[in-house]
């Protein structure tokens, strides 16, 4: 690359995106999502996400400019890593005076500004499900795009596994070294979600730097033909509960399989608590979980997410670096249906629990149980 060449990045960010997760909100979509996030104790991350890409790109940072939003969208975020960058004002950023005042109207007017421009090379947003459907609305496949996770609910597939390895993407793909592709924006009915329904739908495609160890995949369900095999992991898990043990069993339909055999309620897309084989409390935040569990040994069972093969940080966020911590890392157990497993790139998993430091510890190799008799170990990265 020739010394004087420069990219020009857009930046947007959304800066509530993510707050429902930890206080088990499943999304933070809607005013009144928001304010109930905000009463419960949720606090911002985005602003921490984003801080994580720039951080990774400070060794080129002569090469890029940014042109961003003002405040609590872009500007609040970039403007002490000494990049170049630029401020599009316009009339509607003087409306707000806290991060809480931000919209999907903000968003969706940005993105228009830097569609307008021809210097814009690569369009970054740190958001969700919600801010890539409002971003797709805007640019379509006008623009490169990659979306930067920060939200509750990350299924499409136009977002990088984690901040960190977004920057090697943008690079990448600056320095011609990776192809752009056509990536599903994804994205559900919160409201349905908060009553354990599942219904997502496809809004459209962006166009993003894809790398297959970089890029996520968007979600994928569990067939029909599942059932068989979730049964028989749920009986081997049964088997072995211990008494007095709180058991923090994560959501989806694979792990809902062991409730079911105890003839237990469980709400399918919440964190709930089980101790001697008995449902004691449905969709608890972190908030809950921490206090369900100061005085007793306590163990969680989490299943990936089919396809992106995530077991911590997409659609569990109650299930927090601070809860990790708190039960171990040794007392996690893993269990996947094998058909799941084999739609999983390399059946490598991945975690993004919003702690760096964390995600570092908790690489390793671990058992995955996939059937009542059979182990596979497997990477977690």
């Excluded at 994804?186 to 496809?202: C, N, P, W």
């Excluded at 790398?211 to 049964?231: F, I, T, V, W």
């Excluded at 709930?272 to 809950?288: A, G, H, P, V």
């Amino acid at each position: 690359m020739n010394e004087t060449t420069k990219f020009t990045l857009g930046l947007i960010v959304n800066p509530i995106s993510g707050m429902g997760g930890s206080v088990g909100l499943k999304g933070t979509d809607g005013r009144d999502t928001l304010t109930k996030a905000i009463s419960l104790g949720a606090e911002p991350n985005a602003l921490n996400r984003t801080k994580e890409v720039l951080t990774e790109l400070r060794s080129v940072k002569s090469k890029l400019k940014f042109v961003t939003c003002p405040k609590f969208m872009g500007e609040n975020a970039i403007k002490e890593f000494g990049f170049n960058y630029e401020i599009l004002e316009d009339p509607i950023f003087n409306e707000y005076e806290s991060i809480y005042d931000t919209t999907a109207e903000h968003t969706k007017i940005m993105a228009d500004n830097l569609k307008q421009r021809s210097d814009i090379d690569l369009l970054l947003f740190v958001g969700g499900d919600g801010t890539a459907r409002d971003i797709q609305s805007i640019i379509d496949k006008k623009k490169p795009c990659l979306g930067i996770p920060a939200g509750v609910k990350i299924y499409s597939s136009v977002f990088a596994v984690n901040p960190k390895v977004a920057s090697n993407l943008i690079l990448r793909f600056l320095w011609g070294e990776i192809p752009l592709k056509e990536a599903e924006v994804l994205d559900i009915d919160e409201q349905k979600f908060r009553e354990g329904k599942l219904v997502s739908e496809l809004y459209g495609y962006l166009i993003v730097p894809y790398a297959p160890d970089y890029s996520q995949r968007s979600k994928m369900g569990s067939p029909d033909s599942d059932l068989d095999n979730q049964e028989r992991i749920a009986k081997k898990i049964v088997e072995e509960l211990e008494e007095g043990i709180n058991y923090l069993i994560g959501p989806g339909t694979t792990t809902k399989a062991i409730t079911d055999m105890l003839n237990q309620d469980k709400s399918v897309l919440g964190v709930d608590l089980l101790r001697n084989k008995n449902i004691i409390t449905m969709d608890l935040n972190e908030s809950d979980i921490l206090n369900f569990i100061t005085e007793k040994s306590s163990k969680i069972i989490v299943s990936p997410i089919g396809r992106q093969g995530f077991i911590f940080g997409r659609g569990n966020l109650q299930l927090s670096p601070k809860v990790i911590r708190k039960v171990g890392i040794e007392n996690i157990i893993i269990i996947s249906t094998k058909y799941k497993l084999q739609n999983i790139p390399n059946q490598t998993l991945r975690i993004d629990t919003r702690d760096t430091t964390l995600d570092e510890k908790m690489r390793g190799l671990y058992r995955v149980v996939v059937d009542y008799d059979e182990l596979r170990i497997c990477e977690v990265k």
